[in-house]
Protein backbone atom coordinates (compact mmCIF):
# COMPACT_ATOMS: atom_id res chain seq x y z
CA UNK A 1 0.00 0.00 0.00
CA UNK A 2 1.75 3.11 -0.84
CA UNK A 3 0.81 6.27 1.52
CA UNK A 4 2.14 9.74 1.79
CA UNK A 5 2.95 12.33 4.57
CA UNK A 6 4.46 15.34 5.07
CA UNK A 7 7.30 17.01 6.54
CA UNK A 8 9.72 20.39 6.29
CA UNK A 9 13.20 20.89 5.81
CA UNK A 10 14.53 24.26 6.43
CA UNK A 11 16.89 26.23 4.21
CA UNK A 12 18.39 29.09 5.33
CA UNK A 13 15.64 31.03 7.30
CA UNK A 14 13.12 29.53 4.63
CA UNK A 15 11.14 26.27 5.09
CA UNK A 16 10.03 24.02 2.09
CA UNK A 17 7.54 20.92 1.81
CA UNK A 18 8.98 17.60 1.81
CA UNK A 19 6.19 14.75 0.50
CA UNK A 20 7.35 11.49 2.82
CA UNK A 21 5.61 8.63 0.39
CA UNK A 22 6.47 4.70 1.93
CA UNK A 23 4.93 1.74 -0.15
CA UNK A 24 4.90 -1.37 1.47
CA UNK A 25 5.68 -4.87 -0.41
CA UNK A 26 4.88 -8.10 -0.53
CA UNK A 27 8.37 -9.01 -2.37
CA UNK A 28 11.63 -8.38 -0.78
CA UNK A 29 12.58 -8.14 2.56
CA UNK A 30 14.53 -4.72 2.88
CA UNK A 31 14.02 -1.28 4.09
CA UNK A 32 15.41 1.07 1.58
CA UNK A 33 15.35 5.09 1.95
CA UNK A 34 15.99 7.02 -0.94
CA UNK A 35 15.58 10.90 -1.94
CA UNK A 36 18.99 12.47 -1.06
CA UNK A 37 19.02 11.45 2.61
CA UNK A 38 22.15 11.72 4.68
CA UNK A 39 22.95 9.61 7.18
CA UNK A 40 20.67 10.73 10.04
CA UNK A 41 18.02 10.06 8.07
CA UNK A 42 18.91 6.64 6.45
CA UNK A 43 19.65 5.57 10.24
CA UNK A 44 15.91 6.63 11.30
CA UNK A 45 14.49 3.46 10.18
CA UNK A 46 16.40 2.01 13.10
CA UNK A 47 14.82 4.45 15.31
CA UNK A 48 11.42 3.63 13.64
CA UNK A 49 11.47 0.02 14.40
CA UNK A 50 12.16 0.43 18.10
CA UNK A 51 9.61 2.86 18.50
CA UNK A 52 6.99 0.66 16.71
CA UNK A 53 7.32 -2.27 18.89
CA UNK A 54 8.20 -0.43 22.05
CA UNK A 55 4.18 0.65 21.77
CA UNK A 56 3.33 -3.35 20.63
CA UNK A 57 2.57 -2.22 17.05
CA UNK A 58 4.38 -4.62 14.07
CA UNK A 59 7.08 -3.15 11.83
CA UNK A 60 7.10 -4.96 8.68
CA UNK A 61 9.03 -7.79 7.42
CA UNK A 62 8.64 -7.19 3.89
CA UNK A 63 9.91 -5.06 1.35
CA UNK A 64 10.17 -0.55 2.47
CA UNK A 65 10.47 1.69 0.13
CA UNK A 66 10.70 5.42 1.63
CA UNK A 67 11.05 8.48 -0.59
CA UNK A 68 11.81 12.12 0.19
CA UNK A 69 10.12 14.19 -2.13
CA UNK A 70 11.62 16.42 -3.89
CA UNK A 71 14.49 13.72 -4.52
CA UNK A 72 17.30 15.84 -5.78
CA UNK A 73 17.38 18.33 -2.37
CA UNK A 74 19.20 16.99 -0.16
CA UNK A 75 17.44 15.85 3.36
CA UNK A 76 19.81 16.17 6.49
CA UNK A 77 18.51 15.50 10.17
CA UNK A 78 16.61 13.34 12.25
CA UNK A 79 13.58 15.48 12.11
CA UNK A 80 11.57 13.38 9.75
CA UNK A 81 11.50 10.67 11.81
CA UNK A 82 7.77 10.64 13.19
CA UNK A 83 6.97 11.37 9.59
CA UNK A 84 8.33 8.32 8.43
CA UNK A 85 7.35 6.01 11.17
CA UNK A 86 3.57 7.16 10.80
CA UNK A 87 3.80 6.41 6.95
CA UNK A 88 5.19 2.79 8.03
CA UNK A 89 2.20 2.49 9.95
CA UNK A 90 -0.08 3.75 7.50
CA UNK A 91 1.27 1.62 4.77
CA UNK A 92 0.78 -1.83 6.81
CA UNK A 93 -2.33 -1.03 7.52
CA UNK A 94 -2.09 -0.38 11.05
CA UNK A 95 -3.94 3.09 11.19
CA UNK A 96 -7.80 3.26 10.58
CA UNK A 97 -8.20 6.40 7.87
CA UNK A 98 -4.52 6.85 6.18
CA UNK A 99 -5.89 9.54 3.94
CA UNK A 100 -6.38 11.96 6.97
CA UNK A 101 -2.24 12.18 7.26
CA UNK A 102 -2.33 14.31 4.14
CA UNK A 103 -4.17 17.26 6.13
CA UNK A 104 -1.29 17.43 8.46
CA UNK A 105 2.03 18.31 8.59
CA UNK A 106 4.19 15.81 11.15
CA UNK A 107 7.68 16.61 12.39
CA UNK A 108 9.81 14.95 14.96
CA UNK A 109 13.07 13.05 15.95
CA UNK A 110 11.96 9.80 18.21
CA UNK A 111 13.45 8.01 20.63
CA UNK A 112 13.52 4.13 20.59
CA UNK A 113 11.08 4.51 23.82
CA UNK A 114 8.74 6.19 20.96
CA UNK A 115 9.19 9.64 23.17
CA UNK A 116 9.50 12.22 21.05
CA UNK A 117 12.31 15.03 20.98
CA UNK A 118 12.79 18.54 20.08
CA UNK A 119 13.92 20.18 16.19
CA UNK A 120 15.18 23.16 14.69
CA UNK A 121 13.43 25.53 12.35
CA UNK A 122 9.89 24.96 14.29
CA UNK A 123 8.99 28.63 13.62
CA UNK A 124 9.31 28.60 9.65
CA UNK A 125 7.97 24.98 9.25
CA UNK A 126 4.92 26.26 11.35
CA UNK A 127 4.94 29.71 8.49
CA UNK A 128 5.43 26.90 5.61
CA UNK A 129 2.48 24.08 6.98
CA UNK A 130 0.04 27.80 7.14
CA UNK A 131 0.92 28.98 3.71
CA UNK A 132 0.54 25.30 2.25
CA UNK A 133 -2.67 25.17 3.34
CA UNK A 134 -2.20 22.14 5.90
CA UNK A 135 -4.65 22.15 8.63
CA UNK A 136 -2.79 21.85 11.50
CA UNK A 137 1.31 20.98 12.56
CA UNK A 138 2.08 17.77 14.68
CA UNK A 139 5.16 18.19 16.43
CA UNK A 140 7.32 17.94 19.73
CA UNK A 141 5.95 19.50 22.71
CA UNK A 142 8.98 21.47 23.39
CA UNK A 143 8.62 23.16 19.93
CA UNK A 144 4.64 24.37 20.37
CA UNK A 145 4.58 27.44 22.00
CA UNK A 146 7.68 28.52 19.00
CA UNK A 147 5.24 27.18 16.31
CA UNK A 148 1.71 28.55 18.05
CA UNK A 149 3.20 31.69 17.00
CA UNK A 150 1.02 31.78 13.67
CA UNK A 151 -2.27 32.20 13.38
CA UNK A 152 -4.74 30.36 11.35
CA UNK A 153 -3.00 26.93 11.77
CA UNK A 154 -3.80 24.84 14.43
CA UNK A 155 -0.21 23.34 16.26
CA UNK A 156 -0.04 20.00 18.35
CA UNK A 157 2.74 19.14 20.68
CA UNK A 158 3.05 15.64 21.47
CA UNK A 159 5.52 13.87 23.79
CA UNK A 160 5.17 10.29 22.67
CA UNK A 161 3.86 8.46 19.34
CA UNK A 162 1.21 6.95 21.02
CA UNK A 163 -0.28 10.46 21.21
CA UNK A 164 -0.46 10.86 17.51
CA UNK A 165 -1.72 7.21 16.68
CA UNK A 166 -4.47 8.01 19.17
CA UNK A 167 -5.05 11.34 17.39
CA UNK A 168 -5.36 10.23 14.33
CA UNK A 169 -8.07 7.56 15.71
CA UNK A 170 -10.10 10.61 17.68
CA UNK A 171 -8.89 14.24 17.15
CA UNK A 172 -10.48 15.26 20.45
CA UNK A 173 -7.29 13.53 22.31
CA UNK A 174 -4.95 16.83 21.52
CA UNK A 175 -5.53 20.28 22.02
CA UNK A 176 -4.13 23.08 19.89
CA UNK A 177 -1.64 25.64 21.43
CA UNK A 178 -2.66 28.66 21.78
CA UNK A 179 -0.46 31.75 22.22
CA UNK A 180 -1.11 35.17 22.68
CA UNK A 181 1.92 36.49 20.83
CA UNK A 182 1.05 40.33 21.48
CA UNK A 183 0.52 39.88 25.20
CA UNK A 184 3.75 38.03 26.06
CA UNK A 185 5.50 39.91 23.44
CA UNK A 186 4.88 43.12 25.18
CA UNK A 187 5.24 41.67 28.75
CA UNK A 188 9.12 40.58 28.18
CA UNK A 189 10.48 43.67 26.50
CA UNK A 190 11.49 45.67 29.12
CA UNK A 191 12.82 42.96 31.29
CA UNK A 192 16.51 43.90 30.93
CA UNK A 193 19.24 42.59 33.60
CA UNK A 194 21.11 45.85 33.22
CA UNK A 195 20.74 49.33 33.20
CA UNK A 196 23.06 52.70 32.60
CA UNK A 197 22.37 53.71 36.50
CA UNK A 198 24.64 51.36 37.45
CA UNK A 199 27.30 53.42 35.12
CA UNK A 200 29.29 55.38 37.92
CA UNK A 201 30.69 58.82 35.53
CA UNK A 202 31.59 58.17 31.78
CA UNK A 203 28.65 61.02 30.93
CA UNK A 204 30.35 61.92 27.64
CA UNK A 205 30.73 58.34 26.89
CA UNK A 206 27.34 57.49 27.40
CA UNK A 207 26.23 60.44 25.26
CA UNK A 208 27.81 58.72 22.33
CA UNK A 209 26.22 55.76 23.01
CA UNK A 210 23.11 57.78 22.87
CA UNK A 211 23.70 59.22 19.51
CA UNK A 212 25.07 55.46 17.95
CA UNK A 213 21.65 54.39 19.48
CA UNK A 214 19.36 57.18 18.07
CA UNK A 215 21.34 56.69 14.82
CA UNK A 216 22.04 53.17 14.32
CA UNK A 217 26.08 54.23 14.02
CA UNK A 218 28.48 51.64 14.73
CA UNK A 219 30.85 52.80 17.16
CA UNK A 220 34.24 52.06 18.69
CA UNK A 221 35.42 52.26 22.34
CA UNK A 222 38.91 52.83 22.99
CA UNK A 223 40.51 53.40 26.44
CA UNK A 224 42.92 51.42 29.25
CA UNK A 225 42.09 48.31 31.17
CA UNK A 226 39.43 48.64 33.46
CA UNK A 227 37.98 52.04 32.27
CA UNK A 228 34.49 50.22 31.60
CA UNK A 229 33.99 49.58 28.10
CA UNK A 230 32.88 45.97 27.66
CA UNK A 231 30.17 47.47 31.07
CA UNK A 232 28.99 50.01 28.75
CA UNK A 233 28.57 47.77 25.71
CA UNK A 234 26.71 45.41 27.86
CA UNK A 235 24.30 47.98 28.33
CA UNK A 236 23.21 49.46 24.84
CA UNK A 237 20.75 46.95 24.45
CA UNK A 238 18.90 48.47 26.71
CA UNK A 239 18.46 52.08 25.51
CA UNK A 240 17.66 50.93 21.81
CA UNK A 241 13.89 51.24 20.85
CA UNK A 242 11.90 48.10 21.26
CA UNK A 243 11.28 45.48 18.50
CA UNK A 244 8.60 45.65 16.29
CA UNK A 245 6.35 42.33 15.86
CA UNK A 246 7.69 41.98 12.34
CA UNK A 247 11.69 42.31 13.83
CA UNK A 248 10.97 40.13 16.72
CA UNK A 249 9.52 37.23 14.07
CA UNK A 250 12.66 37.96 11.99
CA UNK A 251 15.11 37.12 15.04
CA UNK A 252 13.03 34.22 15.91
CA UNK A 253 13.67 32.49 12.89
CA UNK A 254 17.03 33.27 12.52
CA UNK A 255 17.74 31.51 16.54
CA UNK A 256 15.36 29.10 15.69
CA UNK A 257 16.86 27.50 12.50
CA UNK A 258 20.44 28.18 14.72
CA UNK A 259 18.88 25.84 17.02
CA UNK A 260 19.33 28.45 19.88
CA UNK A 261 16.31 28.97 21.75
CA UNK A 262 15.81 27.65 24.82
CA UNK A 263 12.99 24.93 25.27
CA UNK A 264 8.73 26.22 25.40
CA UNK A 265 10.25 29.87 24.21
CA UNK A 266 8.05 31.67 22.42
CA UNK A 267 9.31 35.35 20.27
CA UNK A 268 12.68 36.96 21.36
CA UNK A 269 11.30 39.94 22.43
CA UNK A 270 14.57 41.78 23.52
CA UNK A 271 17.37 42.78 20.50
CA UNK A 272 20.17 40.31 20.73
CA UNK A 273 23.18 40.98 21.74
CA UNK A 274 26.06 38.19 20.65
CA UNK A 275 29.73 39.00 21.81
CA UNK A 276 32.14 36.39 20.04
CA UNK A 277 35.37 35.58 21.38
CA UNK A 278 38.27 37.04 19.15
CA UNK A 279 39.16 33.69 18.26
CA UNK A 280 36.74 32.97 16.48
CA UNK A 281 36.63 31.49 12.54
CA UNK A 282 35.36 33.68 9.86
CA UNK A 283 33.03 30.47 9.06
CA UNK A 284 31.37 30.83 13.10
CA UNK A 285 30.89 34.76 12.21
CA UNK A 286 29.29 35.22 9.05
CA UNK A 287 27.38 31.34 8.68
CA UNK A 288 28.35 28.33 6.43
CA UNK A 289 28.67 24.42 6.59
CA UNK A 290 27.96 21.98 4.66
CA UNK A 291 24.26 22.77 4.97
CA UNK A 292 24.94 26.87 5.61
CA UNK A 293 23.94 27.69 9.04
CA UNK A 294 23.50 31.29 10.51
CA UNK A 295 26.94 32.59 11.74
CA UNK A 296 27.39 35.24 14.69
CA UNK A 297 26.34 37.91 12.51
CA UNK A 298 22.94 36.94 11.89
CA UNK A 299 22.59 35.88 14.91
CA UNK A 300 22.57 39.44 16.17
CA UNK A 301 20.26 40.47 13.44
CA UNK A 302 18.16 43.80 14.62
CA UNK A 303 20.49 43.94 17.81
CA UNK A 304 23.95 44.58 18.70
CA UNK A 305 27.34 42.46 17.26
CA UNK A 306 30.25 43.25 20.18
CA UNK A 307 33.58 42.62 19.70
CA UNK A 308 35.95 42.88 22.55
CA UNK A 309 39.62 43.83 21.36
CA UNK A 310 38.76 44.20 17.94
CA UNK A 311 42.95 44.12 16.99
CA UNK A 312 43.30 40.69 18.28
CA UNK A 313 41.04 39.19 15.67
CA UNK A 314 42.63 37.48 12.92
CA UNK A 315 42.52 40.04 9.83
CA UNK A 316 40.17 37.31 7.32
CA UNK A 317 37.62 37.17 10.32
CA UNK A 318 37.23 41.38 10.24
CA UNK A 319 37.33 41.55 6.65
CA UNK A 320 34.92 39.18 5.60
CA UNK A 321 32.43 41.62 7.70
CA UNK A 322 32.37 44.12 5.05
CA UNK A 323 30.09 43.42 2.74
CA UNK A 324 27.37 42.13 5.41
CA UNK A 325 28.02 45.49 6.98
CA UNK A 326 26.97 47.56 4.04
CA UNK A 327 24.78 44.81 2.41
CA UNK A 328 22.74 44.47 6.08
CA UNK A 329 22.52 40.67 4.66
CA UNK A 330 25.22 37.77 3.69
CA UNK A 331 24.93 35.18 0.77
CA UNK A 332 26.53 31.82 1.13
CA UNK A 333 27.18 30.00 -1.91
CA UNK A 334 27.88 26.11 -2.09
CA UNK A 335 28.30 24.03 -5.26
CA UNK A 336 24.76 22.70 -4.94
CA UNK A 337 22.76 25.72 -2.86
CA UNK A 338 22.78 29.24 -2.02
CA UNK A 339 21.52 30.68 0.70
CA UNK A 340 20.32 34.32 2.15
CA UNK A 341 20.67 35.27 5.86
CA UNK A 342 19.78 38.54 6.79
CA UNK A 343 22.60 40.62 8.96
CA UNK A 344 21.17 44.01 9.94
CA UNK A 345 23.29 44.54 12.93
CA UNK A 346 24.98 47.63 15.07
CA UNK A 347 28.67 46.50 15.40
CA UNK A 348 29.91 48.10 18.56
CA UNK A 349 33.96 47.13 19.02
CA UNK A 350 36.11 48.22 21.97
CA UNK A 351 40.23 48.21 21.71
CA UNK A 352 42.94 49.31 24.27
CA UNK A 353 44.62 52.23 22.11
CA UNK A 354 48.11 50.44 22.03
CA UNK A 355 49.47 46.64 23.09
CA UNK A 356 50.49 47.81 26.95
CA UNK A 357 46.73 49.53 26.95
CA UNK A 358 47.94 52.58 28.56
CA UNK A 359 48.89 55.15 25.46
CA UNK A 360 47.19 58.20 26.25
CA UNK A 361 46.18 57.62 29.86
CA UNK A 362 46.40 60.58 32.22
CA UNK A 363 48.75 58.85 35.50
CA UNK A 364 50.37 55.75 33.67
CA UNK A 365 52.87 55.63 31.23
CA UNK A 366 53.17 53.77 27.52
CA UNK A 367 55.47 50.75 27.86
CA UNK A 368 55.58 50.05 24.23
CA UNK A 369 58.16 51.01 22.04
CA UNK A 370 58.32 53.25 19.13
CA UNK A 371 55.94 52.77 16.65
CA UNK A 372 54.00 50.29 17.98
CA UNK A 373 50.81 52.36 18.35
CA UNK A 374 50.66 52.29 14.97
CA UNK A 375 51.30 49.02 14.55
CA UNK A 376 48.66 47.71 16.66
CA UNK A 377 46.30 50.20 15.12
CA UNK A 378 46.91 48.43 11.62
CA UNK A 379 45.67 45.59 12.54
CA UNK A 380 42.02 47.16 11.61
CA UNK A 381 41.58 47.79 8.00
CA UNK A 382 40.77 51.41 6.55
CA UNK A 383 37.90 49.99 4.94
CA UNK A 384 36.29 48.26 8.10
CA UNK A 385 37.19 52.10 9.83
CA UNK A 386 36.08 53.36 7.29
CA UNK A 387 32.51 51.98 7.97
CA UNK A 388 32.78 52.87 11.89
CA UNK A 389 31.19 56.08 12.49
CA UNK A 390 32.04 56.87 16.33
CA UNK A 391 35.25 56.55 17.86
CA UNK A 392 35.19 57.15 21.68
CA UNK A 393 37.71 57.54 24.16
CA UNK A 394 36.91 56.13 27.07
CA UNK A 395 39.00 57.59 30.25
CA UNK A 396 38.87 55.94 33.76
CA UNK A 397 36.86 56.99 36.17
CA UNK A 398 37.84 58.95 39.42
CA UNK A 399 37.51 57.56 43.14
CA UNK A 400 35.12 60.25 43.74
CA UNK A 401 33.03 59.05 40.96
CA UNK A 402 33.10 55.48 42.20
CA UNK A 403 31.97 56.22 45.32
CA UNK A 404 29.12 58.76 44.46
CA UNK A 405 25.77 57.04 45.98
CA UNK A 406 24.11 58.60 43.08
CA UNK A 407 23.62 57.26 39.97
CA UNK A 408 23.29 58.85 36.63
CA UNK A 409 20.14 58.38 34.36
CA UNK A 410 18.27 55.29 34.04
CA UNK A 411 18.04 53.77 30.28
CA UNK A 412 14.57 53.80 30.09
CA UNK A 413 15.22 57.82 30.13
CA UNK A 414 17.71 57.44 27.33
CA UNK A 415 15.56 55.16 25.49
CA UNK A 416 12.43 57.68 25.24
CA UNK A 417 14.64 60.00 23.97
CA UNK A 418 15.83 57.67 21.11
CA UNK A 419 12.76 56.41 20.47
CA UNK A 420 11.82 59.83 19.80
CA UNK A 421 14.69 60.60 17.40
CA UNK A 422 13.70 57.34 15.76
CA UNK A 423 10.57 58.06 14.96
CA UNK A 424 11.43 61.58 13.10
CA UNK A 425 13.89 59.23 10.72
CA UNK A 426 10.55 57.46 10.05
CA UNK A 427 8.96 60.05 8.82
CA UNK A 428 11.86 61.26 6.75
CA UNK A 429 12.83 57.76 5.41
CA UNK A 430 9.48 56.76 4.50
CA UNK A 431 9.97 56.56 0.83
CA UNK A 432 12.94 55.32 0.63
CA UNK A 433 13.23 51.45 0.61
CA UNK A 434 15.37 49.55 2.97
CA UNK A 435 16.57 53.17 4.56
CA UNK A 436 15.16 53.33 8.57
CA UNK A 437 18.00 55.37 10.41
CA UNK A 438 20.84 57.96 9.43
CA UNK A 439 24.07 55.28 9.33
CA UNK A 440 22.21 54.02 6.39
CA UNK A 441 21.88 56.94 4.27
CA UNK A 442 23.80 56.80 0.99
CA UNK A 443 26.19 59.27 -0.12
CA UNK A 444 23.73 60.17 -2.77
CA UNK A 445 20.84 61.47 -0.03
CA UNK A 446 23.68 62.78 1.97
CA UNK A 447 22.95 66.79 0.27
CA UNK A 448 19.43 66.82 0.85
CA UNK A 449 19.07 65.27 3.98
CA UNK A 450 22.31 66.29 6.20
CA UNK A 451 22.42 70.56 4.57
CA UNK A 452 24.28 72.86 6.51
CA UNK A 453 24.32 76.64 6.37
CA UNK A 454 27.80 78.74 6.09
CA UNK A 455 28.33 78.84 9.65
CA UNK A 456 28.57 75.06 9.91
CA UNK A 457 30.37 74.66 6.43
CA UNK A 458 33.08 76.85 7.84
CA UNK A 459 33.45 75.26 11.14
CA UNK A 460 33.69 72.00 9.19
CA UNK A 461 36.47 73.11 7.02
CA UNK A 462 38.59 74.40 9.89
CA UNK A 463 37.77 71.50 11.57
CA UNK A 464 39.07 68.91 8.97
CA UNK A 465 42.63 71.66 7.89
CA UNK A 466 43.52 72.23 11.44
CA UNK A 467 42.97 68.24 12.97
CA UNK A 468 43.68 67.05 9.82
CA UNK A 469 40.89 64.56 9.06
CA UNK A 470 40.53 62.38 6.25
CA UNK A 471 37.90 62.76 3.70
CA UNK A 472 36.43 59.55 5.08
CA UNK A 473 35.67 61.43 8.20
CA UNK A 474 33.57 63.90 5.79
CA UNK A 475 30.46 61.92 5.36
CA UNK A 476 30.33 60.77 8.78
CA UNK A 477 30.43 63.71 10.87
CA UNK A 478 27.45 64.98 8.47
CA UNK A 479 25.59 61.72 9.35
CA UNK A 480 26.58 61.47 13.47
CA UNK A 481 25.29 65.56 12.92
CA UNK A 482 21.85 64.70 11.80
CA UNK A 483 21.75 62.07 14.54
CA UNK A 484 22.74 64.82 16.96
CA UNK A 485 20.29 67.63 15.44
CA UNK A 486 17.14 65.06 15.61
CA UNK A 487 18.03 64.10 19.42
CA UNK A 488 17.58 67.37 19.96
CA UNK A 489 14.35 68.05 17.95
CA UNK A 490 16.28 70.39 15.62
CA UNK A 491 15.31 70.37 11.53
CA UNK A 492 18.37 71.82 10.76
CA UNK A 493 22.09 70.60 11.53
CA UNK A 494 23.54 73.49 13.76
CA UNK A 495 27.16 74.49 14.16
CA UNK A 496 26.63 72.97 17.84
CA UNK A 497 25.50 69.81 16.18
CA UNK A 498 28.67 69.75 14.13
CA UNK A 499 31.05 70.39 16.88
CA UNK A 500 29.99 67.44 18.53
CA UNK A 501 30.13 65.00 15.91
CA UNK A 502 33.60 66.49 15.36
CA UNK A 503 34.89 64.90 18.50
CA UNK A 504 34.14 61.69 17.43
CA UNK A 505 36.43 61.33 14.95
CA UNK A 506 39.54 60.10 16.76
CA UNK A 507 40.99 57.92 14.93
CA UNK A 508 40.98 59.94 12.06
CA UNK A 509 43.39 62.76 13.24
CA UNK A 510 46.39 62.90 11.99
CA UNK A 511 49.35 61.78 13.99
CA UNK A 512 46.70 60.60 17.07
CA UNK A 513 49.19 57.39 17.29
CA UNK A 514 52.38 59.78 17.46
Known amino acids: MLVKTFGSAVYGVEALTISIEVNHLNTGKFTFVVGLPDNAVKESIERVESAIKSIGCRMPRTKLVVNLAPADIRKTGSAFDLAIAMGILAASEQLSDPEELTHYMIMGELGLDGSIQSIRGALPIAINARKEGFRGLILPQQNAREAGMVDGLSVYGVNHIAEVILFFG ?45 GGHNA ?36 SVAGKL ?36 SLAHNGVLFLDELPEFKRTVLEVMRQPMEERRV ?7 AVDFPASFMLIASMNPCPCGYYNHPDKECTCPPGAVQKYLNKISGPLLDRIDLHVEVTPVSFTELSAKQGGEDSGTIRERVIMAREQQD ?27 MVGQNLLKSAMEKLNLSARAYDRILKVA ?33
Open 220 to 255: ILIGPPGAGKTMLAKRIPTILPPLSLQEALETTKIH
Open 262 to 297: PENATLISRRPFRSPHHTISDVALVGGGGMPQPGEI
Open 482 to 514: RTIADLAGSKQIKAEHLAEAIQYRSLDREGWAG
Open 427 to 453: LRYNGHAGIYCNAQISSKMLKDVCAID
Open 170 to 214: DHGSLKPVYINTKEEFLLSQNNFEFDFTEVKGQENIKRALEIAAA
Open 331 to 337: TISRARV
